[in-house]
């Protein structure tokens, strides 16, 4: 069975940074994709960026690109998101994902497995 925990969340001032960590266990995960995804009270879920285990393949949202990293310890089964240039937009409850394939997948609809959730704040 699929397991994702999430870890890193919490509250940072405008401008700042924050690594999120997303432990994966019950699978080999090296034909998966790993995801990121945010979201808000009374909003979907948003795609913000994902990696293909087997290569390190990533893709963004646009509205991440050039703050965001995602990355993968191979040896430790874990994804992280590293936020830079964090703004009071960025605030959310942050989710891991992942799914069987390679594919490009950026709705919540196709994934299969989430974490909890690591809620981040950012303050103005």
């Known amino acids: 069975q699929v397991q994702l925990v999430e870890s890193g969340g919490g509250l940072v001032q405008t401008g700042g940074s924050l690594r999120l960590s997303c432990a994966a266990s019950g699978r080999t995960f090296s034909t998966y994709t790993m995801a990121w995804f945010r979201q808000t009270p009374g909003k979907e879920r948003d795609f913000v960026a994902a990696?293909?285990?087997?290569?390190?393949?990533?893709y963004y949202a646009d509205s991440v690109k050039g703050r965001f990293t995602i990355s993968r310890d191979t040896t430790r089964n874990t994804v992280y998101l590293q936020m830079n240039s964090l703004n009071p937009e960025d605030t959310a409850v942050y989710y891991c994902?992942?799914?069987?394939?390679?594919?490009?997948?950026?709705?919540?609809?196709?994934?299969?497995?989430w974490g909890q959730g690591t809620q981040v704040t950012v303050s103005s």
């Open positions: 994902a992942t799914e069987s394939g390679l594919r490009r997948r950026t709705t919540p609809q196709e994934y299969g497995h």
């Open positions: 990696l293909h285990w087997y290569n390190g393949y990533t």
